[in-house]
């Protein structure tokens, strides 16, 4: 098992909550908020890596957009637009002064009702909080982590639309992740209701087989990852095959390797599934995670475009 995930979190002196910069201690929540209750919240999981340039965010713009999409699903209003949100966000970053860090916007419907249909009636507050991280999964994650089959089911996009990042959804994660971590593991897989690969707890899947990639998609009730999105454009730069199809349970033991991809989780590979162990060599997870590294610090030429470079933006709009 990796050791100590999360255990090196510090948690920023300031957040952004409903258009201001405070202290973190000021922002206060109503215990009766909605979202509390039910879950009716939208959130995104951005990475900001440090750099010699400062603090480089991850496809910031990508992040935002699916917020306001995953809001509008649940028509939670957020007062400010695509653009204002990511200028709020490195406004923040770059006051708060960390050069690496984990970036959390929610969107929560607030106090005044227990309705259910409270997009009619509640407030909805928005709040970007930061915090430090390091290998979502702990020390030596490269070298591929422990995972278990999930006695849990993805739920069908039938009953929640897994496109959608919303809290109430992450009950199914939470379940399945105290249940792996509960047996001695690092992370689960769960398949959809159809007995179909869907997804790890926070993280997409590819399957490498004879030097070729597959992965899964949005029929699989998957989250559609932005690091899926960008680790198949990277394999494809370097002249790799990757299919989007659906992903059998055999697929993975059959597999050469396997991977997880994730903004926390980044590129880590599976040492086992359950008792399945996989070859330690790892060429393909190995080079992809390499690749993803060098894109999210902004020095592949290619990907120029996917990094905000936070101290630049706001120097250059001062
Ligand atoms: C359920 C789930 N699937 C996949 C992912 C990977 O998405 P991304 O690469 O955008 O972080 C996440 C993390 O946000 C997730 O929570």
Same mark, same amino acid.
């Given at each position: 098992?990796?050791?100590?995930?999360?255990?090196?979190?510090?948690?920023?002196?300031?957040?952004?909550?409903?258009?201001?910069?405070?202290?973190?201690?000021?922002?206060?929540?109503?215990?009766?908020?909605?979202?509390?209750?039910?879950?009716?919240?939208?959130?995104?999981?951005?990475?900001?890596?440090?750099?010699?340039?400062?603090?480089?965010?991850?496809?910031?713009?990508?992040?935002?957009?699916?917020?306001?999409?995953?809001?509008?699903?649940?028509?939670?209003?957020?007062?400010?637009?695509?653009?204002?949100?990511?200028?709020?966000?490195?406004?923040?970053?770059?006051?708060?002064?960390?050069?690496? *860090? =984990?970036?959390?916007?929610?969107?929560? +419907? &607030?106090?005044?009702?227990?309705?259910?249909? !409270?997009?009619?009636? @509640? #407030?909805?507050?928005?709040?970007? *909080? =930061?915090?430090?991280?390091?290998?979502? +999964? &702990?020390?030596?994650?490269?070298?591929?982590? !422990?995972?278990?089959? @999930? #006695?849990?089911?993805?739920?069908?996009?039938?009953?929640?639309?897994?496109?959608?990042?919303?809290?109430?959804?992450?009950?199914?994660?939470?379940?399945?992740?105290?249940?792996?971590?509960?047996?001695?593991?690092?992370?689960?897989?769960?398949?959809?209701?159809?007995?179909?690969?869907?997804?790890?707890?926070?993280?997409?899947?590819?399957?490498?087989?004879?030097?070729?990639?597959?992965?899964?998609?949005?029929?699989?009730?998957?989250?559609?990852?932005?690091?899926?999105?960008?680790?198949?454009?990277?394999?494809?730069?370097?002249?790799?095959?990757?299919?989007?199809?659906?992903?059998?349970?055999?697929?993975?033991?059959?597999?050469?390797?396997?991977?997880?991809?994730?903004?926390?989780?980044?590129?880590?590979?599976?040492?086992?599934?359950?008792?399945?162990?996989?070859?330690?060599?790892?060429?393909?997870?190995?080079?992809?995670?390499?690749?993803?590294?060098?894109?999210?610090?902004?020095?592949?030429?290619?990907?120029?475009?996917?990094?905000?470079?936070?101290?630049?933006?706001?120097?250059?709009?001062?």
């Amino acid at each position: 098992m990796a050791s100590a995930p999360l255990e090196h979190m510090a948690i920023a002196p300031y957040y952004w909550f409903d258009g201001t910069i405070a202290p973190r201690k000021a922002v206060t929540v109503d215990p009766l908020a909605h979202g509390l209750h039910y879950g009716s919240g939208v959130f995104e999981g951005i990475r900001a890596y440090a750099t010699p340039r400062g603090p480089a965010i991850f496809r910031l713009r990508d992040h935002m957009v699916r917020f306001q999409r995953s809001a509008d699903v649940y028509g939670i209003k957020i007062a400010w637009d695509v653009d204002e949100m990511c200028a709020a966000v490195v406004e923040t970053l770059v006051r708060i002064e960390l050069e690496s *860090a =984990y970036i959390r916007p929610l969107a929560f +419907f &607030g106090e005044k009702t227990f309705s259910l249909s !409270a997009r009619f009636v @509640s #407030p909805t507050h928005v709040l970007v *909080a =930061y915090r430090a991280m390091g290998d979502y +999964f &702990g020390a030596g994650q490269e070298a591929g982590i !422990a995972v278990t089959l @999930s #006695p849990w089911r993805k739920f069908s996009s039938k009953a929640l639309p897994s496109t959608a990042k919303a809290a109430g959804h992450y009950a199914n994660s939470v379940l399945a992740m105290q249940d792996a971590v509960g047996r001695g593991f690092d992370e689960a897989i769960m398949l959809n209701d159809r007995g179909d690969v869907a997804e790890g707890t926070g993280e997409n899947i590819f399957v490498v087989k004879d030097g070729a990639l597959r992965t899964n998609d949005r029929s699989s009730d998957i989250l559609h990852g932005i690091t899926r999105a960008s680790v198949i454009e990277l394999a494809r730069d370097r002249g790799l095959s990757v299919e989007v199809d659906h992903l059998s349970l055999d697929e993975l033991h059959d597999a050469d390797e396997v991977f997880f991809t994730g903004t926390a989780a980044e590129v880590t590979p599976l040492r086992c599934l359950d008792a399945h162990v996989y070859p330690a060599v790892k060429p393909i997870s190995t080079m992809l995670r390499a690749a993803y590294l060098a894109a999210v610090s902004g020095t592949d030429p290619r990907h120029g475009d996917w990094v905000t470079f936070a101290r630049e933006q706001t120097t250059a709009h001062a």
